[in-house]
């Protein structure tokens, strides 16, 4: 579901501004290969992720789509070209790119312990040199939750009130694409439902998304594209209507 097209100055707090400009993926990956402790993790993949869409990738566990993830986010060493905006990111240290407009959110949420929700939001904000009070309130008004918790320390929330902590962290660096690495695991459905309505309005305000989500079923109803990783390597690309209609899908992953 692309958001460009309805998103206005007004509708697009939580991402920074600038594009391409020259009509080109926003994320574009060519050839991907990582491999660690002798294992060939992720066999020379390619895929794009087009400004202000929501792509998710899908697949059994170990098929290599959190080693894909990190990959990009420059946290596994790698081989193959990775571009934001047309800039080589597989030049840059890890560090570098939320500078760059890029954010991670990991599995397993990765919050601060023992730091309050507050000082765990601002810690999104680290590399920034400018205000961040207005997106602190950008951030309580899309997660209110956090609000009401923002002196509590991070490690004593619920397993679903710290992904939206590490969401909403990561949101403070004004990302223009997002990184959500199995954001459902663990949790219980409602609180799934809930986060999935977080990242809906994520994406309505401008950011692009790339996911990795278990609940493939889930992950495709929400997003717009879709890959399916087996064994290190894509084996379909498609729309994410046509994947979830496809048989061999539908018995590999949906359980049917």
Do not use: W
């Not at 170990?62 to 986010?73: C, D, E, F, Q, S």
């Not at 602190?136 to 991070?154: H, K, M, V, W």
């Not at 660096?173 to 219980?188: F, I, K, T, V, Y």
């Not at 799934?192 to 493939?216: D, H, M, P, W, Y």
């Amino acid at each position: 579901m692309s958001n460009s097209s309805e998103a206005s100055t007004h509708s697009r707090p939580l991402s920074r501004e600038g594009g391409r400009g020259d009509g080109g993926p926003l994320l574009a990956v060519a050839d991907l290969q990582v491999s660690y402790g002798g294992i060939n993790a992720v066999k020379g993949i390619s895929f794009a992720v087009e400004e202000g869409e929501m792509v998710c990738l899908i697949g059994a566990n170990g098929a290599g789509k959190t080693t894909t993830l990190k990959a990009v986010a420059r946290m596994l060493p790698a081989k193959g070209e990775m571009r934001l905006r047309g800039e080589r990111l597989d030049l840059l240290p890890s560090h570098a790119l939320i500078g760059r407009g890029l954010a991670l959110v990991p599995e397993g949420r990765g919050v601060f312990a023992r730091l309050s929700v507050a000082e765990n939001l601002a810690m999104g904000a680290y590399h920034r040199d400018d205000d961040i009070a207005a997106d602190l309130d950008r951030i309580y008004g899309l997660l209110p939750r956090l609000a009401e918790r923002r002196s509590q320390l991070a490690g004593t929330l619920s397993g679903g009130e710290q992904q939206m902590l590490a969401i909403g962290r990561a949101l403070m660096g004004r990302p223009q694409l997002l990184l959500l690495d199995e954001p459902s695991m663990g949790l219980a459905p409602l609180m799934v439902q809930k986060v999935f309505e977080v990242v809906r309005s994520v994406a309505a305000q401008g950011v692009t998304i790339l996911l990795v989500e278990q609940n493939a079923k889930l992950a495709l109803e929400v997003c717009s594209r879709g890959y399916v990783m087996e064994s290190g390597k894509i084996t379909l690309a498609d729309t994410a209507a046509n994947l979830l209609a496809d048989p061999r899908v539908r018995a590999a992953y949906l359980g049917e």
